[in-house]
């Protein structure tokens, strides 16, 4: 799951990203389509009609906290976004992303990411590196399990790998 140095864009957000920035309770009664087209409108407005696949969004500690909301990592999922990075995760938000097929990197110096950057995941490793190909952040490595449950785009679909096969 190692990418090239420049496959994916950062985009930043601070910390104490709530579940209702990134699905807002206003688009909750519509589908996940409609949900992702909002998603961090209130912190960072162009985010959703920008971001392209691949992109890699970075935050601050504490990212995902308030409801269980599912829909706050289905909107990331929605939009292509391959990852997010943090220092910290809420922990009903660390279990939705990946039961969705959301890749979360936990990574004390996510911080020192910069808007723009390029940047390779290796999440089985535990590094993020830098578009220059020699700077490596260090972050906590990704259990086989969960990656297992990323590649095939969340829990459901990975049952129902196991079970045709």
């Known amino acids: ?3 090239q140095p420049t496959a994916h864009r950062v985009w930043r957000v601070g910390a104490d990203i709530d579940t209702d920035a990134l699905a807002p309770g206003a688009y909750m009664k519509f589908g996940i389509d409609e949900i992702a087209r909002h998603c961090l409108q209130r912190v960072r407005p ?3 009609a920008q971001a392209r696949p691949g992109d890699v969004l970075v935050a601050g500690p504490n990212f995902g906290i308030g409801s269980s909301r599912e829909q706050a990592a289905a909107a990331l999922v929605r939009l292509g976004i391959a990852a997010v990075v943090a220092p910290s995760f809420n922990g009903l938000y660390f279990r939705n992303a990946f039961n969705v097929g959301l890749l979360l990197l936990t990574c004390a110096q996510a911080e ?8 390779a995941l290796d999440p089985a490793a535990g590094r993020i590196v830098r ?3 020699h700077t490596a952040l260090h972050c906590e490595a990704v259990p086989d399990f969960l990656l297992d449950m990323v590649r095939a785009g969340g829990l459901l679909n990975l049952l129902k790998q196991r079970q045709t096969s």
């Open 112 to 119: 020192t990411l910069e808007e723009g950057e390029r940047i």
């Open 131 to 133: 578009a220059d190909g």
């Open 1 to 3: 799951m190692t990418d």
């Open 46 to 48: 162009e985010f959703a």
